[in-house]
């Protein structure tokens, strides 16, 4: 499964979720498991930025060779599913992928319809996005600008989600289902 996270700059929210969702395949065997990332306004061949950089590996994360790209439609059609860390960000995807509305999710919303339903697929996902109530939290905040506390926070809520949505897709993540993604 081919998976793109997104925010803005592609150096601080968006990475911690690229390269956790690594580590947790590597963990759990999730040999099928594609994972990049991309900004709506990268900070193009920039690395991540250095205190995300710190929080990812306290996480278990590797930052290192990471490389910030632009995000293109490219990139958004040819995912499985797409996971943004803002309402603004999966509304950027859209317009730039438009036929993706069913494969993409704020990171929160993913994390929380996967913990609702429990095992499932992107387009389970999707069946179930109007049944469930919305969680209170949609998007992940942006630390830049802030104290390494708050970085330690995001890095924490991306570390949750991200753990919350791999696990409710585990099965998923061993071999393609582009079919039923779309």
Known sequence: MKLLFVCTGNICRSPTAERLADAWATRHGGTGLDVSSAGTRAVVGYGMEPTAARVLSSLGGDPTGFVARQLTPVMANDADLVVTMTEAHRDAVLRRAPRGLKRTFTLLEAAHLASTIGRGTV?????????????RLLDVPDPIG???????EVGDLID???????????????TDHRETAR
């Open 123 to 135: 387009a389970d996902l999707a069946a179930v996005r109007g049944s469930v109530p919305r969680p």
């Open 146 to 152: 802030c104290d390494a506390d708050v970085f330690t």
């Open 160 to 174: 949750t989600a991200v753990t919350a949505l791999l696990t409710g897709l585990a099965h998923t993540t061993n």
